[in-house]
């Protein structure tokens, strides 16, 4: 079992519509979870950062927390084209580092793709 | 967010050459950094982690004769690749943790052997 995991797609989204990723990972003391936006051939940028189970809403982006069931996910609302780029799932992990801020594991990534 | 620098964006080396990347952390203190390599519709693959004044440490099937980390400031992380070969070709991401933890990522170097 991988340690994220995200499904690869890519996702087709109308343009206008809203874009779902999801999430799980298996580090059940995990504390701080983070999606990047990355485009072909650039580096990734952080766009939400969440650390309490619910929601957390920043502009069009929601993150979507549940601790208990070890998902997070990623709602793009009104998703345009500039958004099609690949999504990148990150958790802290705690276990199996001795550095006390934790690991970032990052997740394969979902390729999203938002036609006109 | 905070801003990660490296340099250079692209470079094109000769085969048994070495090549220099520099990471900066311009607006704030980074004891820990990271160096990530990613090759073409693959994920981050960490490297090693960098370490203000210490030793870097390498994950496991990475060459650590082979990455050079020099960590020498708290702004400031650079990895060298020592007799780089085409298999070297990749692109090279460092990013650096703020206080929040959160990561932020440099621009990327595309590392071109022939």
């Known amino acids: 079992q991988k340690e994220v995991e995200q499904n690869s797609g890519p996702l087709s989204v109308p343009e206008g519509a809203i874009a779902s990723l999801n999430c799980t990972y298996s580090?059940?003391?995990?504390?701080?979870f983070f999606w990047y936006r990355q485009y072909s051939g650039k580096s990734p940028e952080l766009i939400m950062s969440?650390?309490?189970?619910g929601d957390k809403e920043d502009g069009r982006f929601t993150a979507q927390l549940n601790k208990a069931s070890q998902y997070v996910s990623l709602l793009i609302r009104d998703s345009q084209p500039s958004d099609s780029a690949t999504y990148l799932c990150?958790?802290?992990?705690?276990?199996?580092?001795?550095?006390?801020?934790?690991?970032?594991?990052f997740g394969a990534g979902t390729q999203v793709v938002v036609t006109p | 967010g905070a801003v990660v620098s490296q340099h250079p964006s692209r470079v094109i080396c000769k085969s048994g050459t070495s090549v220099k990347i520099e990471c900066r952390s311009l607006?704030?203190?980074?004891?820990?950094m990271f160096w990530y390599r990613q090759f073409p519709k693959q994920s981050l693959m960490l490297m090693a982690t960098?370490?203000?004044?210490?030793?870097?440490?390498?994950e496991q099937g990475v060459e650590k004769d082979k990455f050079l980390i020099n960590h020498a400031s708290l702004t400031l992380s650079t990895l060298t690749v020592t007799s780089a070969h085409p298999e070297d070709s990749s692109f090279y991401i460092c990013?650096?943790?703020?206080?929040?933890?959160?990561?932020?990522f440099g621009q990327g170097t595309r590392l071109t052997v022939v």
């Open positions: 960098s370490n203000e004044g210490s030793k870097a440490t390498y």
């Open positions: 607006d704030f203190q980074a004891t820990t």
């Open positions: 580090d059940r003391g995990s504390q701080s």
């Open positions: 990150a958790v802290n992990m705690k276990k199996g580092t001795t550095d006390s801020w934790g690991k970032l594991q």
């Open positions: 969440i650390y309490s189970n």
């Open positions: 990013s650096a943790r703020d206080r929040e933890a959160e990561a932020f």
